[in-house]
């Protein structure tokens, strides 16, 4: 066995089943799902091995760094408007994130608010990788 990645998915949505189901598939990585929707992460952890989190990241930006710290990676499914908020936390924490979105102008704000940082963020296919270390 190899060593055991850390993975936090935020949203609860269509697209977290798949996501979910791929990574699942590696036994080898701890999912924690992250989401305002109770129910909704409560049906999925009756299907996946997930740690389920019910949180709204808009009200517990604290609560989400703290998440987000005890990751390798970051996943969000959120919608894009909210993916400033997680990239602050992951550049913060020095954790990577995924997200579905594209680079719009308010994460692109982001690289010059921290010029220090070692951060990926893949979007599309495209990866914006920020390090200057």
Request: positive net charge; contains cysteine; hydrophobic residues 40%.
């Amino acid at each position: 066995m190899g060593t055991r990645r850390k993975v936090l998915v935020l949203g609860s949505g269509y697209i977290s089943e798949p996501v979910l189901e791929y990574l699942s598939r590696d036994g080898n990585i701890e999912i924690t799902v992250g989401s305002d929707m109770k129910n909704q992460i409560e049906q999925l952890g009756k299907k996946y091995n997930i740690n389920p989190v019910s949180m709204d990241i808009c009200k517990q930006e604290e609560k989400l760094g703290f998440l987000v710290a005890k990751q390798d990676l970051v996943i969000s499914l959120l919608p894009y408007v909210l993916h400033p908020l997680v990239a602050k936390a992951c550049i913060t924490n020095k954790v990577n994130m995924v997200t579905a979105s594209y680079i719009t102008p308010a994460l692109k704000e982001l690289e010059k608010s921290f010029p220090f940082s070692s951060f990926h963020l893949l979007q599309c296919g495209r990866c914006w990788h920020h390090n200057h270390w």
